[in-house]
């Protein structure tokens, strides 16, 4: 590969680097501004969105734009090669596509709006290498800007509280249409007869790890000398719960959901 099409390649890369996370942080800020979904962790969700804004931006101009720009830019060559105000503008004008792709109106202004900040940061890198002029600075403000960011919101955003046994048995406990639907919401026990059983529910839990729990839910029915038990449990930390443990018979004699 000669060093002419070697330096092309890693300018339209620089550019497409540049463009994408500027425009990633913008969205973020203007996403933050409306409020995260949580109040903790700030500096993580800013971090998660961040990169959901520059995989589909990023993809998009990686693609289409270096695509777009480098056929522009061949045209400007051969018809117009002083008018880089014009190189800047038909980019621009192809970066309405991206309302096409989203069928959106605002979202083919984004996209050209994009499209010519990537025209005039691709043209003033260009002309920056032919003086000889270093741009690793414009690499690292936006990864600064990031970081800056990251850690002044993870750093004064509250800590999350702790995650208790009894947050870990009502995250057991929240779901509908399971086995366990018919079993204390809180850990404890309840007792009753159906059909003829006398039956108790109970829902128990203990740690087993920091803020890792398991939940067991054990159900015990008798009728003269009849007997049974059947129990059912749950591994549950903050994000996950994971069945672990299914002993006894889950079909007692009776109709359970009476």
């Not at 993580?44 to 830019?73: C, D, K, P, R, T």
């Not at 309405?96 to 792709?101: C, E, K, M």
């Not at 029915?221 to 038990?229: H, I, V």
């Amino acid at each position: 590969m000669g060093t002419g099409t070697e330096s092309l390649l890693l300018r339209k890369l620089t550019t497409t680097f540049v463009t994408t996370t500027l425009f990633s942080l913008l969205f973020v800020f203007y996403y933050l501004n409306g409020g995260f979904e949580f109040e903790y962790n700030l500096g993580n969700q800013f971090i998660i969105w961040f990169f959901v804004y520059a995989m589909y931006i990023g993809g998009i101009i990686l693609i289409y734009g270096n695509l777009v720009s480098i056929v522009i830019e061949s045209l400007q060559k051969r018809w117009f090669k002083q008018y880089d105000w014009l190189y800047v503008l038909i980019l621009g004008l192809f970066g309405l596509a991206n309302g096409l792709l989203f069928q959106d109106g605002t979202a083919a202004l984004y996209g050209m709006f994009a499209a010519i900040v990537y025209g005039v940061f691709d043209k003033w890198l260009s002309k920056r290498r032919i003086k000889g002029k270093s741009v690793k600075l414009f690499l690292i403000i936006p990864i600064a800007i990031l970081l800056v960011s990251w850690s002044y919101l993870q750093l004064t955003s509250p800590p999350m509280p702790p995650f208790t046994i009894e947050d870990a048995v009502h995250f057991a406990t929240s779901g509908e249409g399971s086995v366990i639907d018919d079993f204390p919401k809180s850990i404890g026990q309840w007792e009753g007869t159906i059909e003829g059983y006398h039956i108790t529910r109970e829902t128990s839990a203990k740690e087993i790890g920091d803020e890792v729990y398991i939940v067991t839910f054990t159900e015990y029915w008798e009728s003269g000398s009849e007997t049974g038990t059947w129990t059912f449990s749950y591994k549950v930390d903050r994000q996950s719960m994971t069945a672990i443990s299914n002993q006894g018979n889950i079909q007692p004699p009776y109709d359970s959901m009476h």
